[in-house]
């Protein structure tokens, strides 16, 4: 019986996603308002979109699992297992 993720492990990469482009519109418009060129900013917020999302991916990959997630991997490691009972 396999089990359905939860809402908030459903919404974590958009969570993700909208973080970063925050920090990239909060830096676009610093680069707007120092440049005064819009192609210099949206190209620079473009840039940090990219660093902020390879960031944030890169944390969360170095975080440890909680008990949870260990019991879940081992829930699937022992469905993958050739003898194992589906």
Do not use: N, W
């Not at 809402?7 to 005064?36: H, K, N, Q, S, W």
């Amino acid at each position: 019986m396999m089990q359905q993720p939860s809402r908030r492990d459903v919404m974590r990469p958009y969570e993700y996603l909208a973080i970063a482009a925050a920090i990239a519109l909060f830096c676009g418009l610093i680069f707007l308002a120092t440049t005064r060129d819009i192609v210099i900013a949206v190209v620079g917020a473009g840039v940090i979109f990219i660093l902020a999302l390879v960031t944030l991916a890169l944390l969360a990959l170095a975080m440890k699992p909680d008990d949870k997630e260990l019991t879940d991997l081992e829930e699937q490691q022992r469905r993958e297992e050739p003898g194992a009972p589906h």
